[in-house]
């Protein structure tokens, strides 16, 4: 069975790094044409979609956040953290780690953590 | 980016009835495999997001037949053949043919 559990703080000061631990469970990420993507929701708007890193250890960033974010893997540990610099109230959401396989036919996002709700403030 | 836009973005439905919502995408989808990179998600109340249908058409493991994606290029559509109360929540196209991955506003979803 496949879950995914996103762990960090609830919140945060502005300027200060926020790190999220994203824990995997039923899959591994050195397990080929794997990978996990990072997304947020800021309380009452859409989706946005912020990083991918694949099993090879390449990684994918939203280019407007690409100065600010960090993806790595820790396989030993199945974990993906996902860094994000000097942070704002803008970076104040609802942050998301997800699956994808892309074996046969790509399948984004069909497993979800619960989400981890961090709030930028002073 | 590939810029993503739903209608309606309000969409009030009486269980039992059918609905329709488009996307469109500025640029096509279409990926030279024959493939459409276009998926749907439902957002239940409170909930994390739900993959319903993943390459324009094909639906994801353990969702009802009454949901359907249909759709080439830039204009998709997900329809759901009879609402239930089940249904409500914000539904959401995704393309992912190119970075950055972009989402629509959202429709949300509600039973009248």
């Known amino acids: 069975q496949i879950t995914l559990r996103e762990s960090g703080p609830t919140l945060v000061k502005p300027t200060q790094t926020l790190t999220l631990t994203c824990t995997l469970s039923g899959f591994s990420l050195d397990a080929r044409n794997l990978a996990v993507g990072w997304l947020r929701q800021p309380p009452g708007k859409a989706l946005e979609w912020l990083s991918l890193i694949y099993w090879d250890d390449d990684k994918r960033y939203s280019p407007s956040l690409r100065n600010s974010l960090t993806v790595t893997k820790d396989t030993p540990k199945n974990q993906v953290v996902l860094t994000v610099t000097n942070v704002n109230s803008a970076d104040t959401a609802t942050y998301y780690c997800?699956?994808?396989?892309?074996?046969?036919?790509?399948?984004?996002?069909?497993?979800w953590g619960q989400g981890a709700l961090v709030t930028v403030s002073s | 980016d590939i810029v993503m836009t739903q209608s309606p973005l309000s969409l009030p439905v009486t269980p039992g009835e059918p609905a329709s919502i488009s996307c469109r995408s500025s640029?096509?989808?279409?990926?030279?495999?024959?493939?459409?990179?276009l998926n749907w998600y439902l957002q239940k109340p409170g909930q994390s997001p739900q993959l319903l249908i993943y390459l324009g058409s094909n639906r994801a493991s353990g969702v009802p037949d009454r949901f359907g994606g249909s759709g080439s290029g830039t204009d998709f559509t997900l329809k759901i053949s009879r609402v239930e109360a089940e249904d409500v929540g914000v539904y959401y196209c995704?393309?992912?043919?190119?970075?950055?991955?972009?989402f629509g506003q959202g429709t949300k979803l509600e039973i009248k």
């Open positions: 640029q096509s989808v279409l990926h030279s495999n024959g493939y459409n990179y």
């Open positions: 997800a699956h994808v396989d892309f074996g046969g036919k790509p399948v984004h996002f069909a497993y």
């Open positions: 995704m393309q992912d043919l190119e970075f950055p991955y972009t």
